[in-house]
């Protein structure tokens, strides 16, 4: 109960931090189709009121809490690399949920959930996709945004776009974790790797006001659009 209420308050420091991303992003661009990957309650999708957006959502507890709209896409599943079904770990701070398994490394968030509320990690099977699937399903010509906020999973994320559509996609908002120990296996260079290689250029940063992260927003050097 405890642990719901401050997801509940902490919610509210999110908002203000995603509000900033898309003011940021909403001057740079008019996006026409939008991907929400780890849509948690919807805030950013939400703000692209003119846009088609694709909201995908593993949590089922979120999941059914996104208002859904006739021109939007709503999926619950997790994007990966292919298709397969992965274990997805629910955490006491819902937003912090992966498919990347946590360190339970002591810090002080780890310390409050897990030490002194004697909160559990839930863990459910969930289907995963990779975006190129999307992308043939729907014949999709673009992207014009793709935000990933998959908790240590953005690799696997990346590896799901080939070559050919990471043409198609204009801006990538991304998670940089700054506590790389928070899930295994975490690596923000191999993340950087792929985008530089696929002509993404870092243009903004944008540091949570509570948490160790920042979103991080990349253009592809040849998109035109705007």
Not at 35 to 49: C, E, L, P, R, V
Not at 72 to 100: C, D, H, L, W
Not at 143 to 164: A, C, P, Q, Y
Request: net charge positive.
């Amino acid at each position: 109960m405890i642990a719901r209420f401050l997801t509940f308050i902490f919610s509210y420091t999110f908002l203000f931090h995603m509000s900033q991303v898309t003011k940021f992003i909403k001057d740079k661009c008019k996006a026409d189709i939008v991907f929400d990957i780890g849509a948690f309650k919807g805030q950013f999708g939400n703000s692209f009121k003119k846009s088609k957006v694709f909201f995908f959502e593993p949590n089922l507890n979120y999941f059914k809490k996104l208002e859904k709209k006739n021109k939007n896409k709503y999926f619950r599943v997790g994007i990966g690399r292919k298709i397969e079904k992965k274990t997805f770990f629910i955490m006491p701070n819902a937003s912090s949920s992966s498919f990347q398994k946590p360190t339970l490394k002591k810090n002080l968030r780890n310390i409050f959930f897990f030490d002194f509320l004697k909160e559990k990690i839930k863990k459910v099977k969930v289907n995963i996709y990779p975006i190129n699937f999307f992308f043939n399903k729907y014949q999709l010509k673009k992207i014009d945004i793709l935000k990933i906020d998959t908790e240590g999973f953005e690799v696997d994320v990346l590896k799901g776009i080939s070559k050919k559509n990471f043409k198609k996609i204009g801006f990538i908002i991304i998670e940089k974790q700054l506590d790389k120990y928070l899930y295994k296996n975490y690596s923000f260079p191999a993340i950087q790797k792929v985008l530089i290689e696929n002509d993404f250029k870092l243009i903004k940063k944008f540091k949570d006001p509570l948490w160790n992260y920042e979103d991080r927003i990349y253009k592809n050097k040849k998109y035109l659009k705007n």
